[in-house]
Protein backbone atom coordinates (compact mmCIF):
# COMPACT_ATOMS: atom_id res chain seq x y z
CA UNK A 1 0.00 0.00 0.00
CA UNK A 2 1.22 3.31 -0.86
CA UNK A 3 1.91 5.88 1.81
CA UNK A 4 0.55 9.41 1.66
CA UNK A 5 2.12 12.05 2.42
CA UNK A 6 1.91 13.27 6.14
CA UNK A 7 0.88 16.32 5.96
CA UNK A 8 -2.72 14.76 4.07
CA UNK A 9 -5.29 15.01 6.40
CA UNK A 10 -7.19 12.50 4.33
CA UNK A 11 -6.62 9.23 4.17
CA UNK A 12 -8.03 6.17 2.54
CA UNK A 13 -8.16 2.45 4.41
CA UNK A 14 -10.02 -0.54 3.10
CA UNK A 15 -12.49 -1.17 5.71
CA UNK A 16 -11.75 -4.04 7.96
CA UNK A 17 -13.58 -5.31 11.82
CA UNK A 18 -12.12 -2.34 13.42
CA UNK A 19 -13.27 0.20 11.49
CA UNK A 20 -16.81 -1.27 10.90
CA UNK A 21 -18.68 0.19 14.30
CA UNK A 22 -17.66 3.83 13.45
CA UNK A 23 -18.73 3.20 9.53
CA UNK A 24 -22.20 2.38 10.94
CA UNK A 25 -22.85 5.58 12.57
CA UNK A 26 -21.78 7.40 9.05
CA UNK A 27 -24.87 9.89 8.03
CA UNK A 28 -25.92 12.04 5.33
CA UNK A 29 -28.76 14.88 5.36
CA UNK A 30 -32.53 14.18 4.86
CA UNK A 31 -32.16 16.22 1.37
CA UNK A 32 -29.50 13.84 0.43
CA UNK A 33 -30.81 10.67 0.68
CA UNK A 34 -31.72 9.75 -2.63
CA UNK A 35 -28.25 10.35 -3.77
CA UNK A 36 -26.92 7.45 -1.55
CA UNK A 37 -28.04 5.03 0.50
CA UNK A 38 -28.02 4.61 4.52
CA UNK A 39 -25.29 3.00 5.49
CA UNK A 40 -26.70 0.07 6.72
CA UNK A 41 -27.90 -0.74 3.25
CA UNK A 42 -24.85 0.16 1.33
CA UNK A 43 -22.93 -2.53 4.25
CA UNK A 44 -24.90 -5.29 2.50
CA UNK A 45 -23.40 -5.03 -0.44
CA UNK A 46 -19.76 -5.94 0.83
CA UNK A 47 -18.71 -8.98 -0.56
CA UNK A 48 -15.91 -10.47 -2.24
CA UNK A 49 -16.47 -8.71 -4.83
CA UNK A 50 -17.34 -5.52 -3.63
CA UNK A 51 -15.06 -4.18 -1.05
CA UNK A 52 -15.79 -1.30 1.11
CA UNK A 53 -13.28 1.37 2.49
CA UNK A 54 -12.74 4.03 4.87
CA UNK A 55 -12.31 7.86 4.62
CA UNK A 56 -10.38 8.85 7.86
CA UNK A 57 -9.49 12.19 9.34
CA UNK A 58 -7.10 12.70 11.85
CA UNK A 59 -10.05 11.70 14.11
CA UNK A 60 -11.56 8.78 12.50
CA UNK A 61 -14.03 7.78 9.82
CA UNK A 62 -15.27 10.92 8.28
CA UNK A 63 -16.81 8.88 5.09
CA UNK A 64 -17.38 5.89 2.66
CA UNK A 65 -17.00 4.13 -0.42
CA UNK A 66 -18.28 0.95 -1.98
CA UNK A 67 -15.30 -0.44 -4.60
CA UNK A 68 -17.39 -3.25 -7.13
CA UNK A 69 -15.16 -5.17 -9.17
CA UNK A 70 -18.45 -6.81 -10.87
CA UNK A 71 -19.60 -3.27 -12.18
CA UNK A 72 -19.10 -3.97 -15.68
CA UNK A 73 -21.69 -7.50 -15.38
CA UNK A 74 -24.61 -4.83 -14.11
CA UNK A 75 -23.83 -1.65 -16.17
CA UNK A 76 -23.38 -1.69 -20.10
CA UNK A 77 -21.70 1.25 -19.73
CA UNK A 78 -18.26 0.29 -17.94
CA UNK A 79 -15.43 -1.98 -19.89
CA UNK A 80 -14.54 -5.37 -18.35
CA UNK A 81 -11.30 -4.21 -17.24
CA UNK A 82 -12.94 -1.32 -15.21
CA UNK A 83 -13.93 -0.84 -11.90
CA UNK A 84 -16.96 0.87 -10.25
CA UNK A 85 -17.08 3.54 -7.41
CA UNK A 86 -20.54 3.50 -5.49
CA UNK A 87 -21.90 4.83 -2.77
CA UNK A 88 -19.26 7.83 -1.90
CA UNK A 89 -20.15 10.14 0.71
CA UNK A 90 -18.60 12.33 3.38
CA UNK A 91 -20.28 11.95 6.57
CA UNK A 92 -22.96 15.27 7.06
CA UNK A 93 -20.77 16.33 10.09
CA UNK A 94 -17.60 17.28 7.93
CA UNK A 95 -19.20 18.09 4.40
CA UNK A 96 -18.53 21.34 3.15
CA UNK A 97 -14.60 20.81 5.00
CA UNK A 98 -12.91 20.09 1.59
CA UNK A 99 -12.91 16.32 2.84
CA UNK A 100 -14.68 15.00 -0.07
CA UNK A 101 -12.28 16.97 -2.85
CA UNK A 102 -9.22 15.75 -0.89
CA UNK A 103 -10.58 12.24 -0.91
CA UNK A 104 -11.25 12.15 -4.99
CA UNK A 105 -7.93 13.96 -5.28
CA UNK A 106 -6.25 10.41 -3.55
CA UNK A 107 -8.52 8.11 -5.12
CA UNK A 108 -6.48 7.13 -8.72
CA UNK A 109 -3.34 6.73 -6.88
CA UNK A 110 -5.53 4.97 -4.06
CA UNK A 111 -7.41 2.87 -6.18
CA UNK A 112 -4.46 1.94 -8.94
CA UNK A 113 -2.27 0.62 -6.22
CA UNK A 114 -4.89 -1.85 -5.02
CA UNK A 115 -6.86 -2.31 -8.31
CA UNK A 116 -3.89 -2.69 -10.16
CA UNK A 117 -4.84 -4.86 -13.20
CA UNK A 118 -7.93 -2.73 -14.23
CA UNK A 119 -7.72 0.33 -16.46
CA UNK A 120 -10.70 2.51 -15.24
CA UNK A 121 -12.72 3.58 -12.32
CA UNK A 122 -16.32 4.40 -13.57
CA UNK A 123 -18.89 6.15 -11.43
CA UNK A 124 -22.80 7.71 -11.91
CA UNK A 125 -23.97 10.81 -10.31
CA UNK A 126 -27.31 12.16 -10.58
CA UNK A 127 -28.22 15.00 -12.05
CA UNK A 128 -29.60 16.91 -9.28
CA UNK A 129 -26.55 16.54 -7.61
CA UNK A 130 -24.10 19.03 -8.92
CA UNK A 131 -21.77 19.48 -5.64
CA UNK A 132 -20.79 16.02 -6.20
CA UNK A 133 -20.21 16.09 -9.72
CA UNK A 134 -18.14 18.90 -9.76
CA UNK A 135 -16.45 17.14 -6.40
CA UNK A 136 -15.21 14.11 -8.82
CA UNK A 137 -14.70 16.34 -11.52
CA UNK A 138 -11.48 17.79 -9.21
CA UNK A 139 -10.39 14.39 -8.84
CA UNK A 140 -10.14 14.04 -12.64
CA UNK A 141 -13.25 12.32 -13.39
CA UNK A 142 -14.80 13.05 -16.61
CA UNK A 143 -18.23 13.18 -17.82
CA UNK A 144 -18.39 10.37 -20.78
CA UNK A 145 -21.31 12.67 -21.84
CA UNK A 146 -23.86 9.94 -21.95
CA UNK A 147 -26.57 9.14 -19.35
CA UNK A 148 -27.83 6.16 -17.01
CA UNK A 149 -31.13 6.28 -17.20
CA UNK A 150 -31.29 2.89 -14.81
CA UNK A 151 -31.68 4.52 -11.03
CA UNK A 152 -34.57 5.16 -9.01
CA UNK A 153 -33.91 9.16 -8.24
CA UNK A 154 -34.00 10.51 -12.13
CA UNK A 155 -30.88 10.23 -14.53
CA UNK A 156 -27.48 10.36 -13.84
CA UNK A 157 -24.23 11.36 -15.76
CA UNK A 158 -21.78 9.00 -16.09
CA UNK A 159 -18.02 9.17 -15.04
CA UNK A 160 -14.78 7.97 -15.49
CA UNK A 161 -11.29 7.93 -14.47
CA UNK A 162 -7.92 6.37 -15.60
CA UNK A 163 -5.74 4.20 -13.51
CA UNK A 164 -3.46 3.98 -16.07
CA UNK A 165 -2.72 7.55 -17.17
CA UNK A 166 -0.35 9.77 -15.55
CA UNK A 167 -1.05 10.28 -12.13
CA UNK A 168 -2.47 13.37 -10.94
C1 LIG B 1 -20.71 15.28 -2.61
C2 LIG B 1 -19.85 15.19 -1.33
C3 LIG B 1 -19.12 13.87 -1.34
C4 LIG B 1 -18.85 16.33 -1.34
O1 LIG B 1 -18.04 16.21 -0.20
P1 LIG B 1 -17.67 17.50 0.69
O2 LIG B 1 -16.60 17.10 1.61
O3 LIG B 1 -18.90 18.05 1.28
O4 LIG B 1 -17.15 18.50 -0.45
P2 LIG B 1 -15.90 19.49 -0.36
O5 LIG B 1 -16.03 20.33 0.87
O6 LIG B 1 -14.65 18.76 -0.57
O7 LIG B 1 -16.21 20.41 -1.62
C5 LIG B 1 -15.90 19.94 -2.91
C6 LIG B 1 -16.38 20.95 -3.91
O8 LIG B 1 -17.82 20.88 -4.01
C7 LIG B 1 -18.39 22.14 -3.70
N1 LIG B 1 -19.59 21.90 -2.92
C8 LIG B 1 -19.68 21.20 -1.77
N2 LIG B 1 -20.95 21.16 -1.35
C9 LIG B 1 -21.67 21.87 -2.24
C10 LIG B 1 -23.05 22.20 -2.38
N3 LIG B 1 -23.96 21.78 -1.51
N4 LIG B 1 -23.41 22.92 -3.46
C11 LIG B 1 -22.50 23.33 -4.37
N5 LIG B 1 -21.17 23.05 -4.30
C12 LIG B 1 -20.79 22.33 -3.25
C13 LIG B 1 -17.34 22.89 -2.91
O9 LIG B 1 -17.51 24.29 -3.06
C14 LIG B 1 -16.07 22.38 -3.52
O10 LIG B 1 -15.76 23.04 -4.72
P3 LIG B 1 -14.60 24.17 -4.80
O11 LIG B 1 -13.35 23.52 -4.29
O12 LIG B 1 -14.54 24.50 -6.24
O13 LIG B 1 -15.08 25.28 -3.92
C15 LIG B 1 -20.74 15.31 -0.06
O14 LIG B 1 -21.47 16.51 -0.10
C16 LIG B 1 -21.70 14.16 0.14
O15 LIG B 1 -21.35 13.15 0.74
N6 LIG B 1 -22.96 14.30 -0.34
C17 LIG B 1 -24.00 13.33 -0.07
C18 LIG B 1 -23.77 12.01 -0.77
C19 LIG B 1 -23.55 12.18 -2.25
O16 LIG B 1 -24.21 12.98 -2.91
N7 LIG B 1 -22.64 11.35 -2.78
C20 LIG B 1 -22.36 11.29 -4.18
C21 LIG B 1 -23.07 10.11 -4.76
S1 LIG B 1 -22.73 9.93 -6.51
Given at each position: ??????????????????????????????EQVGFVEPIEQILKN???????????????????????????????????????????????????????????????????????????????????????????????????????????????????????????
Amino acid sequence: MKKFNSTTLITIHRLNDDAFKNVKGLTVSDEQVGFVEPIEQILKNLSNQVHGHVINDTRGAVGFFLIDTQYANDYEFCSQDSIGLRSFFIDKRYQGCGYGKQTVRLLQNYLSDIYDSYDDVYLTVNCKNPAAKHCYEQGGFIDIGELYFGGDYGPQHIMKLSLKAELV
